[in-house]
């Protein structure tokens, strides 16, 4: 499902040699090699340190190397490390969910970098990269998984090994709009499996999960724990953005 989308993100950056390069937000005119205007970088807001060791959430103090939030001191995730681009903010959502929604292909490239950026030693350390499955209803209602593009144009990017096609959704789950943290948990438990024909990637390697968005970590939570079960030595994970709750 996702070569049509990626043949048209080749053309696209064919286009992009002899049309000015665009802002990614408001599509005015930049430089060379910039995602975003001087208007709309500000916008942005990246995760830097000091953050937690484990889940990354960003911290106001620095507490100190492999402090841990109380979340994850309380409950430790199922994979190791979590690293996030962007906090969730009016732009990193208007990003995504036009990325989503409509044929912003074009997007990818930029992604791809600050997920590169996010990820760091985790992206280094990773023998594989793989992504969160969509279901296949979700899948043909969207027409490309965005996961997997990312997860594609990361490990180009980075020279890194890529199986899109490594986990599955087992069942369709309901969206996880509008649910509580413990029935997002509930929602996604079982419902993904390493797919038949890949399972011999998954023993002893440590493997780098890509997602859009991290919310409550439930659905890489249910993909890590299916990697361990299968024999994963490591499950990372990179998203583009995450949300960062005032409270945690
Ligand atoms: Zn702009
Ligand atoms: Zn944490």
């Not at 993100?9 to 064919?14: D, E, L, Q, S, V």
């Not at 995760?47 to 937690?52: L, R």
């Not at 190791?80 to 969910?97: C, F, P």
């Not at 994970?237 to 949300?243: K, M």
């Amino acid at each position: 499902m996702e070569m049509p989308a990626l043949f048209a993100a080749a053309g696209r950056t064919m286009l992009d040699a002899v049309l000015p390069p665009r802002c990614i937000a408001c599509g005015g005119i930049v430089g060379a090699g910039t995602a975003l205007c001087a208007n709309c970088w500000p916008g942005l807001d990246l995760i830097t340190a000091p953050q937690c060791a484990r889940c990354g959430l960003p911290f106001d103090f620095d507490l100190g190397e492999g402090a841990l939030c109380g979340g994850c001191a309380a409950s430790p995730p199922a994979f190791e490390r979590a690293r996030a681009a962007l906090r969730y903010n009016d732009l990193s959502a208007r990003l995504i969910v036009g990325f989503k929604r409509a044929d912003r292909t074009h997007l990818v490239p930029a992604f791809a970098r600050w997920l590169q950026r996010a990820a760091g030693p985790l992206l280094e350390e990773a023998d594989l990269v793989a992504c969160v499955p969509l279901h296949r209803r979700r899948l043909l209602a969207r027409r490309y998984n965005q996961s997997a593009m990312l997860a594609l144009a990361l490990s180009r990017l980075a020279g890194r090994p890529v199986a899109i096609d490594l986990l599955a959704r087992t069942r369709a789950t309901p969206s996880q709009g509008g649910l509580y943290r413990n029935q997002r948990f509930d929602n996604v438990r079982g419902a993904i499996a390493v797919r038949p024909h890949r399972a011999a990637l998954v023993p002893g390697r440590r493997i780098l999960l890509v997602d859009d968005v991290f919310t409550t970590g439930a659905t890489v939570e249910a993909c890590a724990r299916t990697l361990y079960r299968a024999g994963a030595a490591g499950v990372d994970v990179v998203t583009l953005a995450r949300v960062v709750r005032a409270t945690t």
